[in-house]
């Protein structure tokens, strides 16, 4: 479906990312009177052609739809003056209702973001437990010989390894507090891909058993990437958690980065279970899951399609029944500059 958008404000931003994710339409043009609204930055972004009159965007061969979200009367009736045979016009009350649909779809997105977060956190108890139980085991042996110390040297010693075994404990609480965090819609920002995904091998330690699996890290140095760092962490954080129950927490995790020529490709492998090709496409699938109840959500995949799309990235599967499965996402560098969008 070929469609236009009248309108680059909040509303026009928002229906551009959400054309932009479904693969069955396509935006031929935007139009707004205000050069500096902020679809219009937007629109470039994502290689979207830029009208400066109203109707040459309506001279777009085929078009089936014509989106007016500018809430302008006048505007509307010069649309039905001017609309193309075959195509229909989305404006006043129509577009109202999109809109609300969008955000609608947009919080529930968040939310079920949220939701999946703290279900896995439940599988973490197991191990932020144990991690806990170490140092502090360690402070009450510490303490109990610190109460018939009598040398002050042995005091000194004994009184920094307490401060040590605290800090460990406190930074567990920092890595899960920053991971539970709800986060919110666009604040994006270049994000250290490498760096997260060493994040996101601390968090997983909590939630699955790393000490039998080989880790091979892949880094190209100083990979990059534009979106949401809480969001890309939880990511990541899915990705390892997913390779590492395939495995049965034996094998080999292969964290790969790399930027080249524009794109930036980012690869989890495992050399796991596999996964069957008939389920391939059903996986992103929100609530599939073939894992016993507590183990899996099957929100996963889901959320981390949406955080993906969002990013205007893809994510995808490559699969091979008791060889294991990588799993890629790719990003286009959108700071790459020179590159303009605007029909001459
Ligand atoms: N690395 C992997 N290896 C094998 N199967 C996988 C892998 N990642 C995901 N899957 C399959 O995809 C399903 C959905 O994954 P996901 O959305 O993360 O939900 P969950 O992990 O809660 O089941 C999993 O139940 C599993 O069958
Ligand atoms: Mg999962």
Redesign the pocket.
Known sequence: MRAVIIGAGRGGTALLDVFHQIGTIEVVGIFDQNSSAPGLKRAQELNVPIYDRVADLLKSQGLHLVMDVTGDPSMESVLREQLPAGADLVSGQASRLLWTLVQHESTWQTELLHAEKLAGIGSFAAGIAHDMNNPLQLILGLAENLTDETDLDAVHLQAQDIIDAVKRTTAICRDLTSYSRRTSLRQDCLVGVNGKLDEALKIARYAVALQDIDIRKLYQPDVVVKGNPDELLHVFV??I???V??MEHRGTLTLETSAMAGTIQVRVS?T????PRE?QSL??EPF????PPG????????N?KNVIHRMNGSIGVD?HIGR??T?TLTFHDESGVGESATPS
């Open positions: 899915n990705l958690t997913n390779a129950q395939a495992d796991g279970c596999g996964i389920l996986i992103f599939f899951t073939t894992k183990k899996g959500t099957g929100l996963g995949l889901y981390i699969s294991g499965s799993f």
